[in-house]
């Protein structure tokens, strides 16, 4: 789900749409405007859990509070904007809304996508590698390991150079099973600066790339990791070869 916590499969298949169930649900607020961890960081600590064989779907909260319930229950139509894209979707019916807004401290609605893959930011897949991360704590004096959560990257591989996967734009990669073909930078925005276990702020990661690394050419924006789609679908396990090919 969009926003919350991430979870981390030891297998996925993925699929022209990305991997499976990823930001199949998102949330919305009053106005129906989108609303995630840039408006409320401390959402990144629900727990979702979902089981697309009975459509159960489960939130776990930091109390241990759990809600969950049958989320193929749906309601009223809504057209959600996702950065200038329009995403039609369904608000859905059950409990999740209500335990959500409670936590945040402002009515917010749970949502579901209509299409796969369509609660994506631009592209179905993101990648970046640890030494990137790596970098960045480096170029920040950060004095421990900065969590690469906080990037929220579906792919994270170990062994490049610092950025080397920007070099691989317009490339396809083997990924496991799958093939990839990356398209272009990803540009960061606020919940990178926050505690993937708090949702707090705790490290200037824009201001620190911002100082090191150029803009997004031909566009605005802070540059780290790249967006993917994937042109050869396949099982993908943690410790997979990764390599580029074209």
């Known amino acids: 789900m969009k926003g919350l916590a991430l979870l981390h499969p030891e297998l996925v298949r993925m699929g022209p749409a990305g991997l499976p169930q990823d930001r199949l649900f998102y949330l919305v607020d009053a ?7 840039s408006r409320h960081g401390p959402i ?3 727990v979702p859990e979902f089981d697309p064989a009975d459509e159960r779907l489960e ?7 759990v809600v969950a319930g049958d989320a193929s229950a749906l309601g009223e139509p809504i057209e959600t904007d996702f950065y200038g894209r329009p995403v039609p979707g369904h608000l859905v019916e059950g409990p999740w809304s ?4 409670r936590f945040a401290g402002t009515p917010v609605r749970l949502a579901r996508c209509d299409r796969p893959g369509d609660g994506a930011d631009v592209h179905h897949v993101t990648i ?5 991360v790596e970098e960045v704590a480096r170029q920040g004096e950060h004095d421990d390991e900065l969590d690469p959560r906080r990037f929220r990257m579906n792919i994270e591989i170990r062994g490049c150079r610092p950025h080397e996967e920007d070099g691989w734009d317009g490339r396809l990669v083997r990924v496991g099973e799958a093939v990839i073909r990356l398209r272009g930078q990803v540009p960061r925005c606020v919940v990178t600066t926050q505690s993937p276990s708090t949702g707090r702020k ?3 990661t824009l201001k620190v790339i911002a100082r090191y690394r150029p803009p997004i050419e031909g566009r605005r924006g802070i540059p780290f990791g790249m967006y993917a789609e994937v042109e050869g679908p396949g099982d993908v396990h943690v ?3 990764v390599e580029p090919t074209l």
């Open 31 to 37: 106005t129906g405007r989108l609303f995630g961890g």
């Open 59 to 65: 939130l776990r909260f930091p109390d241990d509070a």
């Open 128 to 132: 970046v590698s640890r030494e990137s």
């Open 239 to 241: 410790g997979d070869q």
């Open 98 to 101: 209500d335990a959500v807004s």
């Open 44 to 46: 990144v600590r629900i």
């Open 202 to 204: 705790d490290f200037e």
